[in-house]
């Protein structure tokens, strides 16, 4: 059998996926009935609700025709590394990682880095306007977050501050 | 009658304070601009300054909010008609007769009508929600858990049916939006649900981070992946902001019938803004044409007039149903309510008696944001105009960088900006897939509300839902309009009209 809509045949099962995953661990919580609902009564009714949903929208992506295919198309693997990785090393670089004792390196440093990364998932990625952004987006943030907030965010790394 | 005046007069004594003036300002200020950016709609920035407003008193942080709303709901119609690309959906039909009237020229008429429809649409939708809001509020002390229950019921179903694309899926985001929002320490049994072991988790997850992480990082991921957009600015254009004689006699009609379509329709669950533009848009269409007129599509300013107002006064509209029934009606009024709970604040009936001030103080410094935004955009319209020739990627890093310092602020927890950086993950999933991913915001919020009064009301009925739900003529009302609803989007016919309206 051919997808017709690839789209809405991975969204279905998803959702499948999805609402089966959360019934099975409601199951683990105390069901109850209806007059006493336990703490899985609600999310067991939605994961088998979701689950139903995602059955038949799997269904009508396999049998309703639908001209271009509906293709979900090329995933955007660079933008979605860099800006997943431009967030991952801000939070490393601004709380550290007590786990393996890494100190954090304060909030212009998580900047800095946080915009250079972040502007390298653009094509027109340039290295000297991305440090001009960063260093206006530091300047901005100090005063606006820091100075006029009051943020309680450690500004510089911790081995300067002590 | 004496009631609302004394009333609006309290609201202007909180309101016209220096320090609520100002925060209003700002939160129009802000909205505009943001609204004028592309690629960033009003849910991310509202989520985005959130945590900004932590540190105000809750009367100012509401009151910045609600100017953020309509500040990006007008930066989204000045967008609209100078290049075609409407900030958020609610202006997408301001764009048919907006931009045309922008490439003969005639940018500026168009957005003096925004501005001056708007503002009086604005005004009409204050007063109105001035006015409902106390029966209502005492209608809604009559209800109790299952009319809550298929209110709710009611407000997510309506907000999907202009949900783009396929209905089922809507449904089944909100579905998926309810069941994170049990994510986390039932308050009932005190048992942890799905936190996986997680101390973080066991407060459950924050709407900031789910906001942010598919409003702001998902759509940033997914503009960055689709191939780069030609956008033609009229920015020598803009000269003479003020229409003609016959520009004014064409579109006062226009706002009126826009206003009364937008205050209607932003009542009703789900309508809000983006529902009263289309049908705003429409009726304009049917409207007897004079024949010195220019035809719809080619630059009408009663194309502009009419779903500008619209907009405006369902989105003051859309207010009474949350403030009165403590019910969100989209993706916006959601984050108003997690604003609300974050200041301790239980959005509902009974806000107008305990808390007075900040009702009617919102309510007034609505009107006062509405004001602000026409004296603010006219003359700065010079200034917006720059703002939208900014590059993409110059914006972005910003965008993130903020997201980034918004939910680490929050709880200064790094937990959170992991979790952003998942909920980011999966914007961008739902994107691929084609999933609207408001509804999921929607259901969250009204999660553990759901949860709640579905479990009083079972209990009440002694686990009957036919009972609980069905033998209460109010319940049943609601839930017989639900069926109706599904029932008419459902029918070929309509179904067809609805994609198109929906793809423009």
């Known amino acids: 059998m051919k997808i017709k809509s690839q789209k809405d045949f991975y969204s279905g099962v998803l959702f499948m996926v999805v609402g089966i995953g959360f019934a099975w661990g409601a199951t683990r919580y105390e069901i109850g009935v209806g007059s006493n609902m336990g703490p899985g009564y609600f999310p067991f009714m939605l994961g088998v609700l979701i689950a139903a949903l995602g059955v038949i929208i799997t269904i009508k992506a396999l049998i309703i025709k639908n001209e271009d295919g509906d293709k979900i198309g090329p995933w955007a693997w660079k933008p979605l590394a860099y800006i997943l990785g431009a967030n991952l090393a801000f939070g490393v670089l601004v709380g550290g990682l007590p786990s393996i004792r890494l100190p954090a390196a304060g909030l212009i440093a998580g900047i800095y880095i946080l915009t250079l990364i972040a502007s390298l998932a653009s094509h027109a990625f340039k290295i000297r306007q991305a440090m001009i952004l960063a260093t206006i987006l530091a300047v901005g943030s100090y005063l606006a977050f820091i100075v006029l907030l009051k943020l309680n965010i450690s500004v510089w790394p911790a081995f300067i501050t002590g | ?504």
Not at chain 2, 31 to 51: C, E, K, N, R, S
Not at chain 2, 53 to 59: D, I, K, R
Not at chain 2, 144 to 163: H, R, T, W
Not at chain 2, 268 to 279: E, I, R, T
Request: glycine share 12%; with cysteine; hydrophobic share 55%.
């Open chain 2, 1 to 504: 009658m004496m009631d609302l005046i004394s009333n609006l007069h309290l609201g202007f004594s909180v309101a016209i304070t220096p320090m609520n003036v100002m925060y209003a300002f700002i939160g129009c200020f802000l909205g505009t601009l943001i609204g004028v950016l592309p690629g960033i709609g009003p849910v991310a920035t509202i989520a985005m300054l959130l945590p900004v407003t932590y540190v105000l008193p809750p009367v100012s942080a509401l009151i910045m909010m609600a100017g953020l709303y309509y500040g990006a709901q007008y930066g989204g119609s000045t967008t609209s008609i100078l290049v075609n690309l409407p900030g958020e959906p609610s202006s997408v039909v301001t764009c048919i007769d907006g931009y045309q009237m922008a490439r003969k020229g005639r940018a500026g008429p168009a957005l003096t009508a925004a501005a001056m429809g708007s503002f009086f649409a604005g005004s009409v939708g204050v007063l109105v929600l001035a006015a409902f809001a106390t029966p209502l509020t005492e209608l809604a002390f009559k209800f109790g858990p299952s009319e809550y229950f298929s209110l709710m019921v009611l407000g997510l179903i309506g907000a999907v049916l202009l949900a783009t694309g396929s209905l089922l899926k809507a449904i089944a985001m909100i579905l998926l939006g309810l069941l994170l929002g049990v994510v986390g320490t039932d308050i009932n049994s005190g048992v942890e649900r799905f936190s996986l072991n997680i101390a973080e988790l066991a407060d459950g997850i924050g709407f900031v981070v789910i906001a942010m992480g598919i409003f702001g990082y998902g759509e940033i991921i997914g503009n960055l992946g689709q191939s780069k957009d030609k956008r033609e600015v009229f920015t020598s254009k803009v000269h003479g902001l003020f229409p003609t004689k016959k520009d004014f006699k064409d579109m006062t009609p226009a706002v009126l019938r826009g206003t009364v379509v937008g205050c209607m329709l932003g009542i009703l669950p789900g309508g809000g803004a983006l529902l009263a533009a289309f049908a705003a848009y429409a009726i304009e269409k049917k409207v007897a044409m004079r024949t010195d007129e220019v035809p719809f599509g080619q630059g009408n300013i009663r194309g502009v007039a009419s779903p500008e107002s619209a907009n405006n006064a369902g989105a003051q509209t859309s207010f009474i149903p949350l403030l009165t029934l403590g019910i969100p009606t989209n993706a916006v009024m959601a984050l108003m309510v997690g604003a609300m709970t974050i200041h301790n604040i239980q959005p509902g009936p009974q806000v107008i008696t305990n808390n007075p001030e900040l009702f009617w103080g919102l309510i007034v410094s609505m009107w006062i944001g509405n004001l602000m935004l026409v004296i603010l955009n006219l003359p700065l319209i010079a200034i917006w105009i720059k703002m939208l020739t900014v590059p993409y990627h110059f914006l972005y890093p910003a965008i993130v960088l903020f997201c980034a310092i918004g939910v680490y602020s929050t709880n200064n927890n790094t937990f959170d900006i992991w979790m952003v950086g998942i909920f980011g993950f999966i914007g961008y999933l739902f994107i691929k897939l084609g999933c609207e991913p408001a509804p999921l915001l929607l259901g969250f919020i009204l999660g553990p509300m759901m949860e709640e009064n579905l479990r009083r009301a079972l209990l009440i009925a002694d686990g009957d839902w036919w009972r609980a739900f069905m033998m209460r003529p109010l319940s049943a009302t609601l839930l017989i309009l639900v069926a109706l609803l599904l029932l008419i989007v459902m029918l070929p016919g309509i179904k067809k009209k609805r994609k198109e309206a929906l793809t423009g």
